[in-house]
């Protein structure tokens, strides 16, 4: 087997997650350089690839500049950095796996599916749970047809309230247009799933929601403006910035230099400052907190997907002519694993055991590692991407017209949306 030699640019959470698997999968990959601003960041990416001679650079730029050192870039900078710097590897003529969301604008989003077909490089996307065994098992049992033709699919999509507050409040993607939207930077994930499952191409989307809980108006009486500052609600408050020193600890490590190890004494004077200890009810952002999208598709199915801060975890029913499919969280919370519940219109029903075991976030049910398995398989032969660059588009075009919708008011034509954005 020919090794894939890989190299990163911003080596944060998702890039270091990528890296390590890859090491793990030494037959088929060596990972030879990255690129960090942050120095702790690139120490830790050589711990975790266990290459003393890792190539490191300060910037993408420096790497970029250098020869040509690998077979494929692993891109996971911030959203709004993701297509300069992929532009930038084709021409180099590197091969790209590329974080999602794809570029923070539409017009990004469609320029760059047009340079990476001129330059005939393969860009693949990090839609991690197309490689689930959860979602591979969906769409296995869809495509085998015991559902019949799917008349419509209900997703949803709970982001939990702390998750909420750390990302979307407090954090990296809560101020629009530093960020994509919402049902983009949180959900393409989902609207990917719904499209890949549903295998037709959208026409037209609905959509509403807002910003509706985490406001001034919505702060508790006496709440001070950081969570340092002697807050009287403390204890019972849900976005309690105090909280990265408990339970939510493990979020440090990627917001906080040096954060793993950091005292309880020195997480708290860094709150006191950080962006991440602002009380929620007083910060600058402005995405939606809620959205449900409404999506119609060429042969007359139907689509709904919502996301929310106020649930946890994702859910999904198909409905088909010959019956009905339902799985996720709420399954999961009930019987104690995974499982796929399969309804005939006979009234009877099969189960479904699925196995999400697997290294990379827990929450991707072994997504990561099915994604670092196909990277393989696709830049080493010449069959069309699972998650390639065209595909992802697709359903990046959903979310981006869906916002649309709910912040106009109107019907969204997917054919006329695209044109508009070209």
């Known amino acids: 087997m020919k090794r894939l030699r890989l190299a990163g640019i911003g080596c944060g959470g998702r890039t270091r997650t990528y890296l390590e698997l890859a090491a793990q999968m030494p037959e088929r990959y060596e990972v030879v350089a990255a690129a960090d601003p942050r120095e702790e960041r690139l120490q830790d990416t050589c711990k975790r690839v266990g290459n003393p001679n890792l190539r490191c650079f300060a910037f993408d730029e420096e790497l970029l500049a250098a020869e040509k050192l690998a077979d494929v870039i692993v891109i996971g900078t911030q959203d709004a950095y993701h297509v300069e710097p992929c532009i930038k590897a084709m021409k180099k003529g590197y091969d790209v796996l590329l974080e ?5 604008h539409l017009k990004d989003v469609l320029h760059l599916e047009r340079v990476a077909e001129k330059l005939g490089r393969k860009v693949l996307i990090c839609h991690v749970l197309r490689y689930s065994p959860f979602y591979c098992k969906i769409k296995d049992l869809v495509a085998s047809g015991i559902l019949g033709d799917i008349i419509t699919i209900n997703a949803d999509e709970g982001i939990g309230p702390f998750h909420m507050s ?4 407090r954090g990296h993607w809560a ?24 295998d037709q191409n959208c026409v037209s989307v609905a959509s ?48 906080m230099d040096g954060g793993a190890d950091a005292s309880n004494d020195e997480v708290i004077e860094w709150l006191k400052t950080s962006k991440w200890g602002r009380c929620v009810y007083y910060c600058d ?11 119609v598709f060429e042969n007359g199915a139907t689509a709904t997907f919502t996301v929310s801060a106020f649930s946890h975890g994702r859910n999904i029913e198909i409905q088909g002519t010959k019956g009905r499919m339902y ?16 309804e005939h219109l006979t009234g009877n029903t099969t189960q479904y055991h699925v196995n999400t075991d697997g290294g990379g976030y827990d929450g991707h049910g072994g997504g990561d590692v099915g994604l670092m398995n196909a990277l393989y398989d696709e830049m080493t032969n010449d069959k069309p991407m699972c998650s390639g660059l065209s595909a992802s588009v697709e359903s990046h075009v959903i979310g981006y017209a869906a916002d649309a919708a709910r912040l106009e008011g109107r019907l969204i034509n997917l054919k006329e949306f695209i044109l508009k954005h070209m």
């Open 100 to 104: 999602k969301p794809i570029a923070t």
């Open 175 to 198: 101020k629009s247009p530093d960020a994509a939207p919402l049902i983009i930077s949180k959900s393409c994930h989902d609207l990917d799933i719904i499209r890949w499952v549903i």
């Open 327 to 342: 799985a996720g969280h709420n399954t999961k919370c009930q019987s104690g694993s995974d499982i796929i519940i399969h």
């Open 208 to 255: 509403h929601g807002s910003l509706m809980h985490f406001t001034e108006s919505n702060a508790p009486e006496g709440a001070p403006k950081r969570c340092t500052d002697g807050c009287p609600h403390t204890q019972n408050c849900t976005y309690n910035a105090l909280g990265y020193t408990k339970r939510h600890r493990s979020w440090l490590q990627w917001i």
């Open 166 to 169: 750390h990302s979307y409040v």
């Open 285 to 295: 952002n402005d995405v939606a907190d809620h959205q449900t999208a409404s999506m």
